[in-house]
């Protein structure tokens, strides 16, 4: 089904449901890794960055196993294509209102908590269950996608894209929220798809594939 595909690995830093992609990929018959050594990241053809968590924590992992800069290097000068999820999508972003420290910054974006004024009475944070997306442009992650996707989402914070462009899909918990973006070899979404059935499985093998 994937014989095109290559070498993915999924960047262990210590945060992330890595179990669930591994099961995921290895159900598609994509070649994966979970890992966190650096010779494989390097190698690699395709990134994954997972994560759950906060935005600080995350960089703070990375910072100290050395994984940090060599990301950003094999994203920004290799090119190599990197698909963030959750946390991970947020740490592409420029930086989160939840801290100081600043982000990869490889998307013209900031990480903002949900707007409770804005959101209602009725809106609990976090956002958690399955909710639709709109898909807002054209992108190899929904080539073929089922109909009317749902996603899993465990988030509190969400992207807040300057440029309506990178803007992949978005959903709506009180108002409407980007819930994927996508600007060249950088995509993210706030949603899990290693925990959202046959549409999480069908956007990784699209990714996989691409």
Known sequence: MHEES???VVVDYGLGNLGSFANMFKRLGVPAQ???????????????????????HGIEQLRSLDLFD???HQVRVKQTPILGVCLG???????????AMPGFGW?????????????GANVKVPHMGW??????????LFHNMH???RFYFV??????????????????????????FERGNVMGVQFHPEKSHRFGMKLLGNFASS
Not at 34 to 56: H, M, N, Y
Not at 107 to 119: C, G, H, P, R, Y
């Open 147 to 149: 109909p009317e996707p």
């Open 34 to 56: 979970v890992t966190r050594d650096r010779v494989q990241i390097e190698a690699a053809d395709k990134l994954v960055l997972p994560g759950v968590g906060s935005f600080e």
């Open 131 to 140: 909710s639709d997306i709109e898909v807002c442009k054209d992108s190899p």
């Open 89 to 99: 999508a947020q740490l592409m972003t420029r930086g989160s209102r939840e801290g």
């Open 6 to 8: 290559r070498l993915i």
């Open 70 to 72: 060599l990301i950003d």
């Open 155 to 180: 988030h509190s914070y969400h992207f807040e894209c300057d440029d309506s462009e990178d803007v992949l899909t978005t959903s709506v918990y009180g108002y409407p929220f980007t819930s994927a």
């Open 107 to 119: 998307i013209e974006a900031d990480t903002v908590a949900f707007d409770l004024a804005k959101a």
